[in-house]
């Protein structure tokens, strides 16, 4: 393999996605790209009818795992601030999440595979997700039977806190369970100077805000890490009438699974029982988002010292109260989501969000590394792996 070769072509396709992002759902011309490169590297696209994104395949020539890895493809609504010569030309957009990063790493990744599938054990699904930001895309991976046999899966993440080339890694809980709510209380309209003719319900919302920050502080294990935050209210028309009802929005984020449950249980009991007690009513809106991304022990381990190994830096990943999609492929599969750094600089959805291009060739070293390795000591199609091939493959 022309290493130099590949380095180049990558640094072309990352300077082409920076200059060209799509909003999610709308990755029509990414996903056309991303096509265009894995099918010139004779790699097979799965024939999966997905309106935006891609799914392809990598089949090793030796008997092995099905396993997948994770690349989001979307960018946000964010007016570009860097002064990159390869800056967004489409106006209001940017790949301010390192997406961009993740598309090109991936796809190196993919060719690196393909180039060796003569030695690969089992086979290698790549996924290039649509609408991450969404929270939502990794569903419409989901809604098809792609996943159905696959045995682990990796996801990746630029990580603008570390130097570029970094590999971060934690077992367990990486990013929270995303949920959002609307509370909408309803009391009886009145004139601003007669509300002894109506149900104020602004009081009743104030109760509700300030009551709700309670299940942080009273109901949740001081040792469980969690929020809610009340981020929008609205009520009324005009300055000298009582409103007929008052609406909140907001979201909840936890980690343990138990916790979820809890919230959502007191936050309708405070919401419902406080109105009452200023003789309105609460009715209130659940929208589940994502799970909590969780790790696999044995797979943060094993990647952790596979990085090592390759002399890669490696750091402890920071648990986030922020939330990936990855999380419901790892409900189901077991999974490791790991972050890459990619330079010291302006975090994530910051118009000045920038990727180091140097850290492109090595995220796809790594990522090949993790999954040509791990395959190495798995056996079988089912996942159950052998002392043999455990010792002789870390
Ligand atoms: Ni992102």
């Not at 994530?348 to 796809?364: Q, R, S, Y």
Request: with cysteine; proline share 5%; net charge negative.
């Amino acid at each position: 393999m022309d290493m130099a070769g590949l380095e180049k072509e990558l640094r072309e396709a990352f300077y082409w996605f920076h200059e060209h992002p799509e909003l999610s759902y709308e990755e029509v011309k990414t996903t056309e790209k991303i096509r265009e490169i894995l099918t010139a590297h004779g790699i097979e696209i799965l024939p999966y009818d997905l309106e935006t994104g891609l799914a392809a395949i990598i089949r090793g020539e030796k008997e092995g795992p099905v396993q997948a890895l994770r690349c989001d493809i979307d960018a946000l609504p964010i007016v570009e601030e860097t002064e990159l010569s390869y800056c967004s030309k489409a106006p209001g957009k940017m790949h301010a999440c390192g997406h961009d990063m993740h598309i090109t790493a991936g796809i190196g990744c993919a060719v690196l595979l393909q180039e060796n599938r003569s030695s690969l054990r089992g086979t290698v699904k790549m996924i290039f997700q649509p609408a991450e930001e969404t929270s939502l895309g990794a569903l419409k991976i989901l809604e098809t039977d792609i996943m159905e046999d696959v045995e682990n899966i990796w996801g990746f993440h630029a990580d603008p806190t570390n130097a570029a080339g970094t590999i971060a890694i934690r077992e367990g809980y990486v990013t929270a369970a995303v949920d959002r709510f609307v509370i909408t209380v309803k009391g009886v309209g009145c004139h601003g100077a007669h509300p002894d003719n109506g149900i104020d319900p602004v009081p009743a919302a104030a109760a509700v805000i300030l009551a709700l920050q309670s299940i942080v502080g009273r109901n949740v294990n001081a040792f469980h890490p969690s929020l809610l935050s009340v981020t929008k209210i609205s009520a009324g028309t005009t300055w000298n009438v009582i409103p007929a009802e008052a609406v909140m929005e907001g979201t909840v984020r936890t980690m343990e699974r138990e916790d979820r449950i809890l919230y959502e249980k007191r936050l309708r009991g405070i919401a419902e029982n406080t109105a009452r007690a200023y003789g309105a009513e609460a009715e209130v809106e659940w929208i589940a988002g994502p799970p909590a991304t969780c790790n696999d022990r044995e797979m943060a381990e094993f990647t952790r010292k596979l990085a090592e190994e390759k002399g890669f830096q490696t750091a402890v990943e920071e648990s986030s109260l922020g939330g990936d999609d990855f999380a419901f492929y790892e409900e189901r599969i077991p999974g490791c989501y790991m972050k890459i750094g990619t330079g010291i600089g302006h975090p994530i959805h910051h118009p000045g969000f920038a990727v180091e291009p140097e850290v492109l060739l090595p995220a796809a070293e790594f990522l090949n590394a993790c999954l040509t390795a791990y395959a190495e000591r798995t056996v079988g199609r089912n996942g159950i792996k052998t002392e043999r091939a455990r010792e002789s493959s870390v």
